[in-house]
């Protein structure tokens, strides 16, 4: 339940300045990563793909929220090539 209120909060549009603040989003993630008992690794990859379908419905509706979705999923991406 933590994750899906996590990504919800990410890629909702009353939380899209929210979502794109690196300091705001890196907390959350500490509290979500805790209460799912989820290593760093595998949010991260479950926020990318989560981002990703996001990214997608949003895109085939023509929802400019989409960009929202793509940036926070090139955040996501870009932590886990600094992890591997």
Excluded: H, Q
Aim: hydrophobic share 60%; proline share 2%.
């Amino acid at each position: 339940m933590a994750i899906c209120t996590m990504a919800m909060c990410w890629t909702s549009a009353n939380a899209a300045g929210l979502a794109i603040d690196p300091g705001r989003s890196a907390r959350r993630l500490e509290v979500v990563m805790e209460a799912a008992k989820l290593d760093m690794f595998r949010m991260l990859c479950w926020i990318l793909a989560w981002t990703g379908l996001s990214a997608a419905w949003f895109l085939s509706d023509g929802d400019p929220m989409a960009e929202i979705a793509l940036y926070i999923a090139r955040l996501a991406a870009a932590e886990i090539d600094r992890m591997c």
